[in-house]
Each structure stands twice: as C-alpha cells, then as structure tokens.
C-alpha cells in the first residue's frame, strides 16, 4: 500500500514539470505577442517627453528585446532555475522581491476567503439537509441562488455602496485593520460558496438514502446526528474537489477584487504590469500563481487518496493494464 502511495506521489510530481514549462511558454509568448512597445513605455513612464528612436533601441538592446525569441525565453529560463525572476521594466526592482513583498497581503485575503467559504459550504449545506423541505431549507436555497446570480464586481459595488458609503461600517479601501479585509472576503467567496452549500447539500442527499444511513436511523439517532456524523464524511470527497479548486486558483482570482478594494496584492501587481507592457512582471506573476496551483492540486490528490485509497488502487490498475 505504501509502495504504491509512493508510485503515486512520484508520478504526479513528474506530471508537475511539464505543466509548469507549459505555463512559462505560454506566458512568455502571450507577453511578447501583446501589442505595445515595453521599451518605449519604460522610457515614457512620466509622460513629460516622447522617446526618440535612438532611445527606443537602445533601451530594447540593454533589456535583450532584440534577440531572438527563443534566445530571450532561453535566458529567462536559466534565470529562472537560479532562483532570478528578472527586473521589472517598468521600476528596474527585483520581480521576486517585488511578489514577496506583496504575496502576504494576498495570502490574507485567500486564506480568510477559503476559510468563510468552507465554513459556510459546510455549515449551512448540513443545514439545508437536516431541515430538508422545511422553511430553514428554502430559505438557504434562495440565498445560493441570489449569491449565484450575482457576478463579483457587482457585489463588491453593492457591499461598498450600502456598508461602507450609505452606512459608513466599513472601510472602501487599505489594509490597515481586519475591517478592511470585511468586504473583499465576502466578495471574493461569494460564489464560490454558493456552490458549496449547493454541492454538499446535494452529496449529503445522495448519502442520506444510502443503507448504512437507514441502519443509524433505525437505531433511533436523531436527524442531526445521522447528517453530520454518519453521512457528511462520506459526502465530503466531492466537495474537498470543488475546495481545492477554488483554493489553487485563488490567487489568480483575486485580481479584480484587490483593484476594486485597491489592496496592494499580487493581484493589482499584475494589472500594474500588464498597463504597462511589463513582461517580466506578467511572467512572475503567471508563474507563481500557476506552480501555487498546480501544488494545491497535487496536495488535494492526495488528500483524496488518503481518504479515499480506490483512486490510487483503481489508477494503478489501469496503469498495469
């Protein structure tokens, strides 16, 4: 058992290099095939003076613009295994320097979104089914589906507009106490949780009609026992999925949230870059949150393999076939 845990492991850290060169490649190529000159906006920052021409290609030969592209992601990659994501174009600071600085303030926000959706997800999903067709139910029904139906800068408009410029509760915007963080949390988790509560209500329906289910209760458990007990354990694999799914791509998906909140996060980093034809900066950026999310994914494999060891036993099967 052991040993095929290991095969499993093994194999899935294999699967994780050509992911992340793919990643590299493609941000790397979506940069350089991006309209605008990088070299001529890097000179042009203060907007008080239009670059000549002889600038222009000066700045292109010392940023290595005008080699080949192969040449340019070659070197980009050997930069990179040393540990040396480039300066940016735009500042001359260190990428790395710049995403670490940056990276806690995102960190924050993910980790208390990931945290206020799985509460959620799983709180009131046991909810809806131990009062199942009763009035707690549809009331949690509504609220997904109106939460579903609204996009995520929209909410975040609607939060500032009635908590913090109609009511005054709330900070717009900054990062100086846990107050500010209220309306970015619930904006960013917003959906997602809506889809949680849906599936784990959904999965532990599908169990609660199960024989086991129908064993305990004929032992005379209550309602709310038999859910969170007995059935939401073997109802939590399909949510795990949907959780660590929202978790790898998080921070990726906070990038409208940071700038409509104006958070100093990787996120508006991002957006910082990609205004100003930093590709660099951009590259940094894919790359970080792509190897975040493919390691999430791999730690939630196996997680689900551990609570679940058919999928390490069912894919070595088919492997050996």
């Not at 493609?26 to 000549?52: K, M």
């Not at 939460?147 to 109609?166: H, R």
């Not at 970015?184 to 532990?204: D, G």
């Amino acid at each position: 058992m052991k040993s095929s845990l290991g095969v499993y492991v093994l194999r899935r850290l294999a699967a994780l290099v050509p992911v992340l060169a793919g990643i590299s490649l493609i941000a790397f190529t979506l940069g350089v095939l991006a309209p605008g000159d990088p070299a001529e906006i890097a000179l042009n920052r203060s907007g008080l003076y239009s670059p000549t021409p002889e600038q222009i290609e000066q700045v292109r030969h010392e940023l290595g613009l005008d080699r080949p592209l192969a040449v340019q992601y070659g070197h980009w990659l050997q930069q990179l295994l040393q540990g040396d994501l480039g300066r940016s174009y735009s500042t001359g600071r260190p990428i790395a320097q710049e995403l670490l600085r940056r990276l806690p303030l995102t960190l924050k926000l993910a980790g208390s979104a990931f945290f206020l959706t799985c509460f959620t997800g799983l709180f009131f999903g046991t909810l809806s089914v131990v009062y199942h067709r009763r009035w707690p139910d549809r009331l949690i029904q509504l609220l997904v589906n109106l939460l579903l139906s609204f996009p995520g800068f929209w909410l975040a408009l609607l939060l500032i507009l009635v908590l913090a410029e109609n009511r005054s509760l709330l900070p717009t915007s900054g990062t100086g106490t846990l107050a500010h963080f209220v309306m970015p949390t619930l904006t960013l988790s917003a959906a997602t949780a809506a889809i949680a509560v849906r599936l784990t209500r959904a999965s532990l329906l599908q169990e609660m009609g199960k024989a086991y289910v129908l064993a305990a209760r004929a032992k005379g458990l209550n309602r709310l026992h038999l859910v969170a007990v007995n059935a939401l354990p073997n109802a939590f694999p399909p949510v795990l999925a949907l959780l660590g799914n929202y978790l790898g791509g998080i921070l990726g998906g906070s990038v409208v949230i940071e700038n409509i909140f104006a958070l100093p996060g990787i996120g508006s980093y991002a957006i910082e870059a990609i205004f100003t034809r930093d590709y660099p900066a951009l590259q940094g950026y894919v790359l970080l949150t792509g190897t975040f999310y493919v390691v999430v994914m791999l730690l939630v494999d196996l997680v689900a393999v551990m609570l679940n060891p058919r999928i390490r036993l069912g894919g070595a099967a088919s492997h050996e076939r």
